[in-house]
């Protein structure tokens, strides 16, 4: 447990470290260096190419990136979207083969765009719901717990913190070559290492993934140390974990807009409906 702490934390202050160093917009992938270390239990800089280096810099890259599209499935529900994780959180989600759409800009949704909801809300397309006040009185994100299964620095955050990363080599994605790596982690590690989360997110991200689970994450890196793909198997309380990812257009021109407010219609209070 405590080396599991430790990881963590020299992770945290590596990566803070190279930002403040580099600055965040920082995503191409560094050079090989003599002095990276094949001991996995010595904490790697994102200037080797062991396999903790390696996943350090690609953490460093899509945290500089800010944004990017992103496709797959969260386990039986396929998606897709655009996905921004700084300065704020920024979500659109469609589901393929229907109409609604979910838009999530910081602690406020909007759900519909529609015709269903038009029915329901009488010509609007919109609704839309306020994220509820937390105990320390901040608005919370709504689907948060989605967005942080959709978060690619959330996952790498999981992946650096995690012991003994394989290297299982090189291979092909729709005619991108990449690298394929490879950590074993359980839930509750893969949530604790979010020390960028608050504890409810964290606990929220914990019972997404099942807590008490294990869980295999495999990354696909780029020739810039972009996750183009990401995978999560393995078992959780209740099922089996199964979500894959698929990702582009990093730091690309990406937008999302509120819908008019004249075509909105506010929730009133009423829950937030489950994705």
Same mark, same amino acid.
């Given at each position: ?33 003599? =002095? ?13 190419? =062991? ?183 393995? =078992? ?18 990406? =937008? ?20």
């Amino acid at each position: 447990m405590a080396g599991r702490a430790v990881r963590r934390a020299a992770a945290a202050a590596a990566l803070a470290a190279v930002l403040t160093a580099c600055g965040s917009g920082s995503g191409g992938a560094p050079a090989a260096s003599p =002095s990276a270390s094949a001991d996995p239990t010595v904490l790697a800089t994102p200037t080797d190419r =062991s396999p903790h280096g390696v996943l350090l810099s690609a953490q460093l890259a899509v945290h500089g990136a800010r944004r990017a599209r992103f496709s797959g499935n969260l386990g039986s529900d396929t998606v897709a979207g655009l996905l921004f994780w700084a300065p704020k959180t920024v979500l659109q989600l469609k589901r393929p083969g229907t109409t609604e759409e979910v838009v999530v800009l910081d602690t406020t949704a909007y759900r519909g765009g529609d015709a269903a909801t038009a029915s329901r809300l009488g010509g609007r397309h919109w609704e839309k719901f306020t994220g509820v006040p937390g105990t320390d009185g901040q608005r919370a994100v709504p689907y948060a717990d989605t967005v942080d299964r959709l978060n690619p620095v959330v996952a790498l955050t999981a992946a650096v913190a995690a012991p003994a990363p394989e290297r299982i080599g090189a291979e092909e994605i729709d005619d991108t070559a990449v690298v394929h790596y490879r950590v074993a982690t359980t839930v509750a590690d893969y949530a604790e290492a979010q020390t960028q989360l608050p504890p409810a997110r964290r606990a929220a991200l914990r019972t997404a993934l099942g807590d008490g689970g294990v869980i295999t994450l495999d990354v696909w890196l780029n020739d810039r140390d972009q996750p183009v793909q990401l995978q999560r198997t393995g =078992s959780g309380a209740a099922e089996r974990i199964s979500d894959t990812l698929r990702f582009d257009e990093f730091g690309g021109p990406l =937008s999302v807009q509120a819908p008019a407010e004249s075509d909105t219609a506010d929730a009133g209070g009423r829950s937030l409906p489950p994705l």
